[in-house]
């Protein structure tokens, strides 16, 4: 199953990228492996995926010792402050920050294990109550603060789009991440890049790639429909 899934999203892949005058290099496949079990990842490692994305820390911290070491973990959902320290060495790209209070704790983590720590900044482009995330209108301001940190580098933005059935209307959001991409880039900010754009997921990502998405989040679409044993803990 999950190589013919991984068939479909790379034909997927291509033509979005064909449509947009894109070369399919510029699009980074990230296989959200969440709730799923080692022996899917390990299905997906053996077809030749690399790049994983998990939202909780506690199972990148199961997943990781177990699993081989030329994966590519990233952290795509909520971080908090107290366990930036379980990730820091585990993880090549935090998708997820939003706050200079956690970019802080970040910076005292990795400057302890003398390393630096790549991450993207998450904007809340769709304007949801519900989804965490930086106002667009304070990205400049806060991305000025967080360049600050030696230890931390921005490679650029972040977005997670609304829920919805029909993909065309996200097409909006993920216009809006890549202006605020270009414009923040056009300040020329020390310790800042903009190469980076995390946006689309298995619903939409053909668009967020026809946008100018660099790394799609695909989860459903690879490893199928996830069961929650706690509804309480579905994000
Ligand atoms: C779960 C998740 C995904 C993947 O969602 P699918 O719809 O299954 O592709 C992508 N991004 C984030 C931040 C997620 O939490």
Redesign the pocket.
């Known amino acids: 199953m999950i190589r013919e899934n991984l068939r479909q999203v790379e034909e997927n892949i291509i033509k979005a990228c064909e449509r947009a005058g894109r070369e399919r290099e510029e699009v980074t496949l990230?296989a959200?492996s969440?709730t799923k079990p080692l022996e899917l990842i390990e299905e997906a490692y053996a077809i030749g995926e690399r790049n994983f994305?998990e939202?909780k820390v506690q199972e990148i911290n199961a997943k990781y010792p177990v699993l081989p070491k030329d994966i590519k973990w990233h952290l795509?959902?909520h971080l908090q402050r107290n366990k930036v320290k379980y990730i820091i060495d585990k993880v090549s790209l935090i998708?997820?920050v939003d706050s200079v209070r956690l970019a802080e704790q970040i910076q005292a983590e990795a400057a302890k294990c003398g390393k630096s720590m790549n991450i993207l900044i998450q904007v809340n482009v769709s304007g949801e109550d519900t989804k965490f995330g930086i106002r667009e209108e304070e990205t400049e301001n806060i991305v000025r603060e967080i360049a600050k940190f030696p230890n931390v580098h921005i490679k650029g933005l972040?977005t997670?789009a609304p829920?919805t059935d029909e993909p065309e209307t996200n097409r909006k959001y993920f216009k809006k991440l890549k202006q605020l991409s270009v414009d923040i880039m056009k300040k020329n900010i020390d310790n800042v890049n903009m190469d980076c754009l995390s946006m689309g997921?298995?619903?939409d990502?053909q668009i967020a790639i026809e946008e100018g998405a660099t790394l799609i989040?695909?989860?459903?679409?690879?490893?199928g429909e996830?069961i929650y044993k706690n509804k309480l803990s579905d994000?």
């Open positions: 990230i959200v969440k994305g939202n795509i959902g998708h997820s972040m997670i829920f997921m298995t619903g990502y989040r695909v989860g459903t679409g690879i490893f996830r994000d």
